[in-house]
């Protein structure tokens, strides 16, 4: 089995940069989700931030992005997004980095931002993006890159 075998059924990912702490009683930890994202036990929303959930999220995005450029065999992608912003544009941008770092650095901007990033049966790499401009969201898909594209 490959790393992009290995991973294919943990791609179901939402990142926001608006605090969503919660915390489940019956695993004690930290997350972001409604259930737990160890034990799918109802969680509870928590009164502070520490932003632990948010770097948790960060670790788990790093760790697949990585997967899934070794899965491909290629270090870059090629993100492709339409919908975006208020007037809906469509667009691409150079060859990026496959890291979760940069990825995020290409999908996001100052303002509220709720991504949610899914891996299709075809290995296709996909991203909607929700925000004040884009409150159906707006969809990319990230193509993988030799850096030269």
Request: aromatic fraction near 10%; include cysteine.
């Amino acid at each position: 089995m490959n790393a992009l075998e290995e991973v294919k059924n943990l791609w179901d990912i939402e990142l926001s940069n608006s605090c969503e702490c919660r915390y489940c009683e019956t695993c004690g930890i930290g997350t972001e989700s409604e259930l737990c994202d160890e034990c799918q036990a109802p969680t509870r929303a928590m009164d502070y931030c520490d932003g632990a959930c948010y770097e948790y999220r960060l670790e788990w995005l790093e760790e697949l992005v990585s997967a899934y450029a070794k899965g491909n065999g290629h270090e870059y992608l090629v993100l492709h997004g339409r919908g975006m912003g208020w007037t809906g544009a469509s667009g691409h941008t150079d060859p990026i980095p496959a890291t979760g770092e940069d990825l995020l650095k290409a999908l996001t901007f100052s303002g509220d931002w709720r991504l949610r990033f899914t891996l299709d049966e075809n290995n296709l790499l996909k991203v909607k993006r929700y925000s004040h401009d884009e409150p159906m969201g707006a969809s990319f898909y990230a193509v993988p890159s030799n850096g030269k594209d």
